[in-house]
């Protein structure tokens, strides 16, 4: 049953790696210039600079000129968004999780309580990518949300495209950091 999960891990993990590859260069090298050809703007999520409540009043009023794009955002959220936080998350937790215990980290071991709040930042990642779709789906057309609605919406969703590329960043460092330099730390577990 061990050598079950030995050879089921690179297996597990080499599929999520060419999914959450292939879904972001799907995303990032198609679907943003299509959409950027429709609008003349470029999708929220994929400024790495940032937006703040204007841009998103501004795309609402680009979407709402274009069905195209309206429909196109909304596929997007529902297609390949929906599926690369899932595919990034679990990615990320299973190399956490295959390589992180007994690791020191601060001159103390991956153990405990550390490795389950290693572990969660995936899972956090995930269900904060999750809340910004959800807050794009309300707040873009086809929805047709109150004024009320729009004004509240498009203060959020700024911070929440923050906090998803701020635990996207922790997540992939935290994995790299367990997978790159695993030996390291167990090299003065040792010492």
């Not at 198609?30 to 600079?49: G, K």
């Not at 595919?87 to 153990?111: D, E, Q, S, T």
């Not at 550390?114 to 990518?129: C, F, G, K, S, T």
Request: glycine letters at 6%.
């Amino acid at each position: 049953m061990a050598g079950f999960r030995l050879q089921a891990f690179p297996l597990a993990a080499g599929f999520l790696a060419a999914v959450t590859a292939g879904l972001a260069g799907f995303m990032v090298f198609q679907v943003e210039p299509a959409f950027q050809a429709m609008t003349h703007l470029s999708i929220l999520d994929f400024r790495l600079d940032g937006y703040e409540r204007a841009d998103v009043l501004t795309l609402i009023d680009a979407v709402r000129a274009s069905p195209v794009a309206a429909t196109f955002l909304r596929d997007l959220h529902l297609g390949p968004d929906l599926l690369f936080p899932a595919a990034y998350g679990l990615l990320c937790f299973l190399l956490i999780r295959r390589f992180a215990p007994g690791v020191l980290v601060f001159h103390k071991p991956m153990a405990g309580w550390r490795l389950l709040a290693a572990l969660a930042v995936p899972v956090l990642y995930a269900l904060a990518d999750y809340a910004e779709n959800s807050l794009s789906l309300m707040l873009f057309p086809p929805a047709l949300p109150s004024p009320e609605r729009i004004a509240l919406l498009a203060g959020w969703l700024p911070l929440a495209t923050r906090l998803k590329a701020m635990l996207f960043f922790i997540t992939l460092i935290l994995a790299l950091r367990f997978v790159l330099f695993r030996d390291k730390g167990m090299e003065k577990a040792g010492a």
